[in-house]
């Protein structure tokens, strides 16, 4: 990874700013743990072997923004990301998915983005062969399987006049009509054509369900194993479409791409990837302790603590059988996160706890917050709103006194009811803007003002009922 695409903390935390409103602790915990990833890099191979990420714990109320936070860091970083909920996981011998499919889904993420990333390295010369290829298939040129022994025959180019009728053997050389005939290609003027193709078939959907069923543990790889056969689409690896020029051409760059790329440098830079900046975010990691289970002793509360002992190797570090290879999960960054309503920290088992050394406590959402989550983030819920009525070209105009009236109600239902923090507003505004949204179509080219009024009008009642906002709102 280049300088250009490290950032210092403090850059790291203004750029979480754009997204995540507040939470000031929690973004600094995790921007010190990013820029230590690049520290490490640098250091030499005998003590950077020796370094290991400071796993974080992000302990706060549901839509404070710990998945968010963790999302867009991956981003930021560039990194394979995985989010889990640690709930759909059952110790071993129990139905269910066994932890180690965190780091076969994490190399799986990671292989896929090194693959676009190496594709994208060959589209010039992908987009090159594609073009000729189709260019081909619309104009074959029969003199190329002309005997050797009559070089002095001219080549015999076939080209389509606008009325469709084909022309032989005009009067240039064949070079300057194929390039002529690229430019047209390029221009758009065969589009509309329809050719036949050779499309790489997808893999069988009964295929995808074995995929992450756990048996890469013993090398077993069901694609592969029924190829052949009519379960794996039998020995047809590619079949034939008919397509338009228009349709066809990205079909054909991407196949392309895939066949100058090579696999095995693909394979071997995303398990790098994936063992030292991957990424995995454990959410609901409090509804796995012991007490969660109500004290019995058995049932439920046996299963959660088999999977705290199921993901501590994991987490500390051990090697996973994926059908790329063996991967090491001793430099992944675990970020877990958890509401801790009923249960703490202190009830998962301490050999857990002792590998999320950095504790962090989200702040629950205060009625300005809400106010700024509206506003200030990049992707707000007001420029969402704005940009999708603008479609149907429909303008919406908030003024400041409503989304403070906006932002007060969702502080007030969350208090009322269940706090589900941020997420309110999206329930909020959904309700808010529901009539304008339904008759936005026949709306094209108003402006509607939505003020304090507007809000009142929409909300209040709703609010105010109390039952009723427990459905609603």
Known sequence: MDNKDIYTPKEIVAQLDNY?????????????????????????????????????????PTGVGKTEIARRLAKLAKAPFLKVEASKFTEVGYVGR??????????EIAVQMVEKEFEANVRVKAEKKAKEKILNILFPQKAA????????????????????????????????HRDDLLARLEKGEFDGRNIEIEVRETSSPMLQ???????????????????????GGGNKKSKKRSLTVKEAIPLLIEQEASQMVDKDAVTKEAINRAENHGIVFIDEID??????????GHGPEVSREGVQRDLLPIVEGTTVTTKY???????????AA?????????????????????????????????????????????????ALLATEEVTLDFKEEALKEVAHFAWVVNNRSQNIGARRLHTIMEKLVE?????????????????????LDNLQNLVENEDLSRYIL
Not at 222 to 229: D, G, I, L, R, S
Not at 435 to 455: C, L
């Open 209 to 231: 369900v074995f995929a992450g069923t756990g048996l890469e543990e013993m090398g077993v790889n069901f694609q592969e194993m029924f190829a052949n056969t009519p379960f």
């Open 20 to 60: 995540v409103v507040g939470q000031k602790n929690a973004k600094r915990a995790v921007a010190i743990a990013l820029r230590n990833r690049w520290r490490r890099q640098k250091l030499d191979a005998a003590i950077r072997n020796e370094v290991y990420p400071k796993n974080i714990m992000l302990i706060g």
């Open 338 to 386: 958890g509401a801790f309503h009923v249960a703490e920290v202190s009830d998962l088992i301490p050999e857990l706890q002792g590998r999320f050394p950095i504790r962090v406590e989200l702040d629950a959402l205060t009625e300005e917050d809400f106010l700024r989550i509206l506003t200030e983030p990049s992707n707000s819920l007001v420029k969402q709103y704005s």
């Open 435 to 455: 009539e304008i949204s339904f008759n936005a179509p026949e709306m094209s080219g108003q402006t509607v003002n939505i003020d304090r009024a507007f809000v």
């Open 145 to 176: 399987e002309a005997p050797a022994e009559t070089p002095k025959e001219r080549p015999a180019v076939f080209v389509v006049d606008p009325s469709g009728n084909v022309a032989k053997d005009l009067p240039v050389s064949a070079e300057s």
């Open 98 to 107: 066994d932890v180690e499919s965190i780091i076969r889904d994490l190399t």
């Open 287 to 296: 509804k796995i302790t012991t007490r969660s289970g109500g004290g019995s």
């Open 325 to 335: 290879g063996p991967v090491n999960s001793e430099h992944i960054l675990f970020i």
